[in-house]
């Protein structure tokens, strides 16, 4: 359950860009283990903008052997930080994602293995939540805030638990990042008991663009025995 909770979160890294009609924007992202540094997998990530507006994104996943073995489609029409999803891990079947359901909820979907009956369920958002790659807008959103260095308590919606759980993001620092200005962030879980299963999620972001660059911790990405890989992700445009 624990490393699942990250599942939903990781995926969320778009790159949200202040832009004009531009029609496409491209980049990737390489995946290295935290503590070997091996090279694990790349996203590659192409999003559709349309009068300036980002409009939907689409992730393929390809392992060190440039083989694709999953893909996300993710859609900000209806709402940019509640954006419907669907992750699909061709592998062994995984499926996970979320509907909007009117203005107040979202119905969540999983699914562990290709054999398995999908289970969903509605839940309710609240105030202050985020979904998937909702995040990245929800930062952006909140930036003047985070600057300032305040702390801010959200829900994140989790399709594999088909519930929602608080969390807070805060800046642990600005500072420079490969020659870049940028705002330094810490996510992590707000109960203390879970705390100790679910690791924070340290994320790096241009301070100009307000681009994500790095990303360090659960990845939403299962090794070979089902578990979620703890890896660094660089991002880059291409």
């Given at each position: ?105 979202v119905k969540l979907f999983a699914r562990k293995k290709l054999e398995d009956i999908i289970q969903e ?116 445009l291409r």
């Amino acid at each position: 359950m624990y490393n699942s909770i990250f599942v939903l979160i990781f995926l969320f890294l778009v790159f949200p860009l202040a832009s004009n009609d531009i029609g496409k924007i491209r980049f990737s992202g390489t995946a290295t283990d935290l503590e070997t540094g091996n090279l694990l997998y790349k996203d590659f990530h192409e999003e559709t903008w349309e009068n300036g507006k980002h409009v939907s994104s689409i992730i393929i996943y390809k392992d060190p052997e440039g083989k694709v073995f999953a893909k996300k489609k993710i859609n900000f029409l209806k709402n940019r930080i509640l954006p419907e999803f669907q992750l699909e891990d061709y592998r062994d079947g995984y499926l996970e994602g979320g509907v909007l359901q009117g203005a107040t909820s979202v119905k969540l979907f999983a699914r562990k293995k290709l054999e398995d009956i999908i289970q969903e369920k509605t839940v309710e958002t609240g105030n202050l939540s985020a979904l998937d790659g909702g995040f990245d807008y929800f930062v952006i959103d909140h930036w003047e805030e985070l600057l300032s260095g305040k702390k801010i308590n959200f829900h994140f919606l989790v399709p594999s638990e088909r519930d929602k759980f608080l969390f807070s993001v805060e800046k642990t620092k600005e500072g420079d990042y490969k020659g870049k200005p940028a705002l330094f962030l810490k996510l992590k879980i707000a109960s203390a008991i879970l705390s100790m299963f679910v690791k924070p999620i340290d994320l790096v972001y241009d301070i100009e663009s307000k681009r994500i660059m790095e990303y360090r911790g659960t990845s939403n990405i299962n090794d070979e025995n089902g578990k979620s890989y703890k890896v660094k992700i660089v991002y880059g445009l291409r």
